[in-house]
T-cell receptor, first 114, second 117 residues
Framework: AQSVSQHNHHVILSEAASLELGCNYS??????LFWYVQYPGQHLQLLLK??????LVKGIKGFEAEFIKSKFSFNLRKPSVQWSDTAEYFC????????????FGTGTKLQVIP | GAGVSQTPSNKVTEKGKYVELRCDPI?????LYWYRQSLGQGPEFLIY????????DSGLPNDRFFAVRPEGSVSTLKIQRTERGDSAVYLC???????????????FGPGTRLTVL
């Protein structure tokens, strides 16, 4: 079975700082990878996803993630965070070739200080 | 358009009682998922429907949990003999289609916060 690790549970940054949130997964085969975000008081929503092709994926609001297969990683990045990026971020993985059981990480709470 | 809706938004019940949680997916979405999110954790998969049938119920923790989707649209998650450990936010998500090897974007509802006293 697959698993996802998010090593940073709580990150505090000042506005304009660069962001990198770690995500590592464990699975022996090919996978689809996702980052979801939950803003305060809102639903979970998709930030970006990787299925195949270019390992550098761009999402909404200036976020991007890079799939490094050799490291089983899919880290989320943003060059300059804003106060409005304060949210909880979840990495998720879904094996290809099967139905869509998605496994989520435990999440990283990002707090951006103005 | 309307997103995924879930009712009730909050449910407080006593240990041993029966509860039903409802999910209305986005119109036209054939795939529907239930997740449970406990405090400090990510969403935990419970069950997945493709149309009316449960294609994967491997995440249901025990036989007290059951879910139905009789007409391929609205789904109800049913919990019998609730326990304090069932307290969590129950999330529903839907997507356009579900084919082997291809994952459609899942759209999540706001969740139902269940508290078992």
């Amino acid at each position: 079975a697959q698993s996802v690790s998010q090593h940073n549970h709580h990150v505090i940054l000042s506005e304009a700082a660069s962001l990198e949130l770690g995500c590592n997964y464990s699975y022996g085969g090919t996978v689809n990878l996702f980052w979801y975000v939950q803003y305060p008081g809102q639903h979970l929503q998709l930030l970006l996803k990787y299925f195949s092709g270019d390992p550098l994926v761009k999402g909404i609001k200036g976020f991007e993630a890079e799939f490094i297969k050799s490291k089983f990683s899919f880290n989320l990045r943003k060059p300059s965070v804003q106060w409005s990026d304060t949210a909880e971020y979840f990495c998720a993985v879904n094996p290809t070739g099967g139905y869509q059981k998605v496994t989520f990480g435990t999440g990283t709470k990002l707090q951006v200080i103005p | 358009g309307a997103g995924v809706s879930q009712t009730p938004s909050n449910k407080v019940t006593e240990k041993g009682k029966y509860v039903e949680l409802r999910c209305d997916p986005i119109s036209g979405h054939t795939a529907l998922y239930w997740y449970r999110q406990s405090l400090g954790q990510g969403p935990e998969f419970l069950i997945y429907f493709q149309g009316t049938g449960a294609a994967d119920d491997s995440g249901l923790p025990n036989d007290r949990f059951f879910a139905v989707r009789p007409e391929g649209s609205v789904s109800t998650l049913k919990i019998q003999r609730t326990e304090r450990g069932d307290s969590a936010v129950y999330l529903c998500a839907s997507s356009l289609a579900s084919q082997q090897g291809y994952t459609d974007t899942q759209y999540f509802g706001p969740g139902t916060r269940l508290t078992v006293l």
